[in-house]
């Protein structure tokens, strides 16, 4: 299948006064056509930065993207004018962001923001931007399309707001969307409601997805990649079901395991299996592995070296040096 | 009323009859809004509404909801930050909100409460020796040399260590900001601690930290709890009975094995159903919810559930259910489970109604 998104050693840097921070820290990642990749990390894991990246809106300054390449369908859009990158927002990606409320402009009706997006991108008329409003929300399973169009944000609940942006971001048929913590601002019935909406898009579409998320178990359900992230870096990358019944970097372990399962035997009396201490600060960050001072498998070398990003079989890559040890 | 409160002994009285530390009766919390500063019309937003619950000592019980279902207000009303305006809450026999002066004083001492957000909790011009020794001040509880050698005590058993005890709040990462919120709350030596939401603003590898922390001092100190959270998972591993409240009103009680492991409300049983699980591959039936949950400005008639509800019937649009026990010794407010109890015996419908 073609590849429809390549990230190659991608290094994205903030320059402030406390000193350079690398948020990203040299990514690879690839995406295949209809594709769902799941990032998965704590707060400050770069992965927000990372979508920001490939999307091309890190402020700068003091944000800049130092290396590496972002290949949408082959052509590298980090070399892009800004106004050629404006072109590939919209049609070639468009991004869902995790605040529906203040991602949404208060004081425009939402129908008149899904038009928008429509006649800058796609050259709709007015008229027809508007039919494309009502048509987009119907898609989306907002009830009463044509009165809910004129509606504001505040007038909206959560879940509707969630859903208008996925109208937006779905409405010029993307290749690329990423979804920045989609369905993190909502409850868990909403959460089912906005992921089935989600895929069933995605396969009309044939949209690849790139969704960021800290929660393991929305990955599980909605993505076929996974790549797990700490510190601005992939620590694991792998299919799906590799890496939830195969999970092989310390991180990632202690991150499944972590999480209380569904009906576990005197779980009540048991204790959470831990990993301890806390998401390092970007500012101090360890050498050599930026995980060492929190794995339980550490070694003399994760404190000096970094790990090498590893294909340890087909299609899973690992960044420690306990699982590729001949390296 | 008070036939429904002997049929919730009679229950509980299975199941070891523990002493009751806490009783929650028809307890309703309405709030007044207006639609604007002028406006005249004041709409009720019915937070809590009708809530019977109680507590058993050195218990877990678990309250699960989805925003809006006014599990936080239910919290902050039997801790006595929100009157209530209908209902009462005792504490150890005592009507919490008719407390007064050294009652009121030893009841502030006995139930305390960590908050959602450490971040938004915690005074940041305090510091942590500071914030962690206030109750004891003015609980009048010790001195001032005996307080740094208890503050010092507190911020070990919570995981602290005691040269932190000089910083500021802005010092501490999420997990150790809600460590110094829980060495606050435990710091007076409380019977019963609400907490609310206590690790849904911390990184995942961190909330096991703080739950562990939380069963560790229920064990070493005898604590009670009322764990809110929306996080059913986290609320499964930490209960011994769970209750789920949606719109104001609790619609299933039980132990919280068999909750989760059989949950019988539509809505207990479609929550469970959205939640997502570890095992990618493993499809699995999922019940999809339509709608949003109504404003509770404006909640359905009778049953709140019934608009979103896949297995309504006629009699769900007019009359709310109560709660009522099943055969298994569990509370549902359900017409549906009524009416399956009902046919194994328990009681007329005319006589469940009456206990509305």
């Keep these: ?327 | 009323m008070l036939e429904n409160k002997s049929l919730e002994i009679e229950a509980y009285e299975d199941s070891g009859s523990a002493r009751t530390i806490l009783s929650v009766e028809c307890l309703k919390k309405y709030f007044e809004s207006r639609s604007g500063v002028l406006s005249r019309q004041v709409r009720l937003v019915r937070a809590v509404d009708g809530v019977n619950l109680r507590v058993f000592e050195g218990e877990t019980l678990g309250l699960v909801g989805e925003s809006g279902s006014g599990k936080s207000t239910l919290g902050r009303v039997v801790i006595r930050l929100d009157a209530p305006t209908e209902g009462r809450v005792l504490f150890d026999g005592r009507d919490v909100h008719r407390l007064q002066k050294e009652e009121l004083r030893s009841f502030r001492r006995d139930v305390q409460i960590v908050f959602q957000d450490p971040y938004a909790s915690l005074n940041p011009r305090k510091s942590a020796e500071s914030i962690i020794g206030e109750p004891l001040t003015v609980q009048q509880i010790c001195d001032r040399r005996e307080r740094r050698e208890r503050v010092v005590r507190l911020m070990e058993v919570v995981g602290l260590t005691p040269d932190q005890m000089r910083r500021y709040p802005h010092e501490f990462s999420g997990g150790q900001r809600q460590r110094i919120g829980i060495a606050r709350a435990i710091a007076t030596n409380p019977k019963l601690i609400i907490a609310d939401e206590p690790v849904s603003a911390l990184d995942v590898s961190v909330q096991a930290q703080i739950l562990n922390l939380l069963k560790d001092l229920q064990r070493d100190y005898n604590l009670t709890y009322i764990f809110i959270s929306h996080d059913l998972r986290v609320v499964e591993n930490m209960s011994d009975r769970i209750a789920v409240m949606y719109l104001g009103k609790v619609v299933e009680v039980a132990q919280s094995s068999a909750l989760c492991g059989e949950p019988l409300h539509p809505y207990t049983r479609a929550l469970f159903s959205a939640l997502p699980v570890m095992k990618p591959g493993e499809r699995k039936e999922r019940i999809i919810l339509e709608g949003d949950v109504p404003s509770p400005s404006n909640p359905p008639a009778g049953c709140p559930f019934h608009p979103r509800c896949r297995e309504r019937m006629k009699v769900c649009e007019t009359q709310a259910p109560a709660l009522t026990r099943t055969v298994e010794g569990r509370f549902v407010a359900c017409h549906l489970i009524g009416d399956e109890a009902a046919g194994k015996g328990l009681g007329r419908k005319e006589e469940r109604g009456a206990l509305i």
């Design chain 1, 1 to 327: 299948m073609a590849k429809v998104l390549q990230v190659k050693n991608l290094r994205t840097c903030f320059d402030t006064e406390s000193g350079t921070v690398r948020a990203v820290d040299g990514v690879d990642l690839s995406l295949e056509e209809g594709e769902t990749l799941g990032i998965a990390g704590e707060s400050g894991c770069g992965k927000t930065v990372l979508a920001l990246s490939i999307m091309r809106l890190i402020p700068s300054p003091p944000g800049r993207v130092a290396s590496g390449q972002v290949m949408l369908d082959g052509v590298d859009i980090t070399r892009l004018s800004d106004e050629e990158m404006r072109k590939i927002r919209g049609r070639g990606i468009s991004m869902i962001f995790q605040e529906p409320m203040t991602s949404l402009n208060p004081v425009i009706p939402v129908g008149e923001q899904i038009a928008e997006a429509v006649r800058l991108h796609l050259g709709f008329s007015r008229k027809d931007a508007a039919c494309k409003a009502v048509e987009m929300l119907k898609t989306v399973g907002i009830p009463s399309p044509s009165e809910r169009v004129k509606d504001y944000p505040h007038q909206m609940s959560g879940g509707m707001r969630q859903r208008v942006m996925i109208a937006i971001a779905l409405s010029c048929r993307p290749r690329l969307m990423l979804a920045d913590e989609p369905t993190t601002a909502l409850d868990v019935t909403i959460q089912a409601q906005i992921l089935d909406l989600i895929n069933r898009l995605k396969e009309e579409a044939k949209t690849s997805v790139v969704l960021i998320t800290h929660d393991l178990g929305v990955i599980a359900e909605a993505a076929q990649k996974v790549a797990v992230m700490y510190a601005g870096l992939v620590v694991e990358y792998s299919s799906v079901r590799e890496l939830y019944y195969e999970p092989r970097h310390p991180y990632t372990v202690g991150l499944l395991e972590s999480r209380p399962g569904p009906r576990e035997k005197d779980a009540r009396d048991r204790h959470l299996k831990v990993i301890p201490g806390t998401v390092p600060n970007l500012y101090e960050l360890p050498p050599g592995c930026p995980f060492h001072n929190r794995c339980n498998v550490v070694m003399d070398r994760c404190k000096m070296e970094r790990p090498e990003y590893t294909e340890i079989s087909e299609g899973h890559y690992v960044r420690c040096w306990r699982i590729n040890p001949w390296k």
